[in-house]
């Protein structure tokens, strides 16, 4: 299977009926990268920074922060690196960052809300990206945004880090792009607000369907109850694309959803062309998107999703869709 996926690597990834789709590797080891040559991918659509923290035995200091991600950029040469700002707390934990204990740290003091509320963190990462970056284009991506002003709030950051580099006669990135992640339900109901400040966004939706569902990720006691393409989270999703396109910003599917075969299929079929998956994962969809005649299922799934139907999975109906190609 690896010599035949491997054939593929050369092959653009468009449907049979012209449609481009954008894969992309999900990542956060430096050690990763050398794969997006074997995969063939256009670039990294999700850096996990916080990677290198947690096999860390105290926090990296800038130099080592801005070495790995000089490192990880050097790999990826012209394929862009999208550099998630560290998401840490919830289930990621680092021991040399004292943490009180929280009854529900998936909804604690985690991700951008730590971030903000410690300053010195953040500004050290951005610092290490900026200057990392040096000449080359920078793509940031915050995490667990909540609502817009959060993001404004990190962008502001990010503007004094530039501004104070450009006053020291440093190098800046060449173009610096800042996206928000959506996977806290609340900001699908900010969305022209977020759309028009962001330059890109990405459905995180491991946290968006943990959160949608209020079923724990970890636990799949209750989360696999849940279809995170029944209809009603499939709608979720829907109305990020529908709003990334009214402000003709890209949007990213960045959860594990975008890997497997069933899921892609619906997030194609519901107009998402930029899919960010763990890297063993693009042979398999990419093989199914040369194989594929979008246009006919699109047309099915919009006619469920329009229909009073009630929170049953599109998954049958893409079974059996599948079944008959
Ligand atoms: C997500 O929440 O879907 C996501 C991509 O981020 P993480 O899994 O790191 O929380
Ligand atoms: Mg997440």
Redesign the pocket.
């Known amino acids: 299977r690896r010599a035949h996926y491997a054939a593929l690597r050369e092959k653009p990834s468009v449907t049979r009926d012209g449609v481009d789709i954008t894969l992309l590797h999900?990542s956060g080891l430096v050690a990763d990268l050398p794969m997006l040559d074997d995969t063939g991918a256009e670039g990294v659509g999700?850096f996990?920074t916080?990677l290198q923290f947690m096999i860390a035995s105290r926090l990296p200091r800038l130099k080592e922060q801005a070495e790995l991600y000089a490192e990880a950029m050097g790999i990826a040469g012209d394929r862009p690196i999208v550099f998630?700002l560290l998401?840490i707390g919830?289930?990621?934990v680092l021991p040399y960052l004292r943490a009180t204990a929280e009854e529900n740290p998936a909804m604690g003091y985690r991700s951008i809300r730590l971030g903000l509320d410690r300053p010195g963190l953040l500004r050290t990462q951005i610092r290490a990206l900026l200057q990392a970056a040096k000449g080359r284009p920078l793509k940031v991506l915050v995490?667990m945004v909540t609502e817009t002003f959060e993001f404004l709030l990190t962008k502001q950051v990010i503007s004094k880090e530039v501004d104070r580099l450009k006053r020291a006669g440093h190098p800046v990135p060449s173009r610096l792009e800042v996206g928000a992640?959506v996977?806290v339900p609340s900001l699908l109901f900010e969305l022209d607000q977020i759309m028009p400040e962001a330059d890109f966004v990405?459905?995180?939706?491991?946290?968006?369907?943990?959160f949608l569902t209020a079923a724990d990720?970890a636990n799949p006691r209750v989360s696999k109850a849940y279809d995170p393409i029944a209809l009603p989270r499939l709608r979720a999703i829907r109305l990020v694309v529908d709003a990334a396109a009214r402000h003709g910003k890209p949007v990213t599917m960045?959860?594990?959803?975008a890997g497997k075969p069933m899921e892609a299929l619906a997030l194609m079929a519901i107009g998402m062309t930029r899919l960010s998956m763990g890297p063993a994962s693009i042979g398999p969809i990419k093989e199914m998107i040369l194989n594929l005649e979008l246009k006919p299922i699109q047309d099915e799934i919009a006619k469920a999703l329009g229909a009073g139907a009630n929170g049953q999975s599109v998954r049958a109906l893409l079974t059996q869709w599948a079944a008959k190609q």
């Open positions: 999900n999700l996990r916080e998630r998401d919830g289930d990621k995490p992640m996977e990405s459905i995180g939706s491991n946290d968006l369907v943990q990720r960045c959860g594990e959803l």
